[in-house]
């Protein structure tokens, strides 16, 4: 979509992106089908939506609760900290916004960012 400007620290919001899609390519590794899509839409209510969504196995519910928790991650010993995602949704928060996860397991994973218009 053709979206409109935001404030934000590029930097930060890049990171955050960097963050996302390397949990989605670390959880399309064992799939057959690898396919990421991000998708933007300008929202109604003075927002702007990024869709990042991958082809992996998806999230399972009973963990989908502790994904932006500090230090919690799935990833073996050594390949991951637990710290992108909580950080990630520590810096949409300070840019006013929301980051979700409005996923259905064995349906690969989607995480929502929306973030205002100013």
């Known amino acids: 979509d053709t979206l ?3 404030r934000c620290q590029p930097s930060d919001l890049n990171q955050v992106f960097m963050n996302i899609l390397l949990n989605a ?5 064992e799939c057959a089908t690898k396919q990421i899509t991000i998708q ?5 209510n003075e927002q702007v939506q ?3 969504r991958d082809s992996g196995p998806g999230i ?4 989908q609760g502790k994904v932006f928790d500090p230090f919690f991650t799935t990833k073996p010993v050594g390949k991951g900290t637990g710290l992108g995602l909580a950080l990630s949704y520590q810096t949409i928060q300070q840019h006013h916004g929301q980051l979700r996860l409005p ?3 064995h349906q690969g994973t989607t995480l929502l960012i929306q973030l205002p218009v100013h």
């Open 50 to 52: 990024i869709t990042i």
């Open 103 to 105: 996923s259905t397991p």
């Open 60 to 63: 399972p519910t009973e963990i």
């Open 25 to 29: 390519i670390a959880a399309l590794e």
């Open 4 to 6: 409109p400007l935001v």
């Open 40 to 44: 933007t839409l300008a929202l109604e």
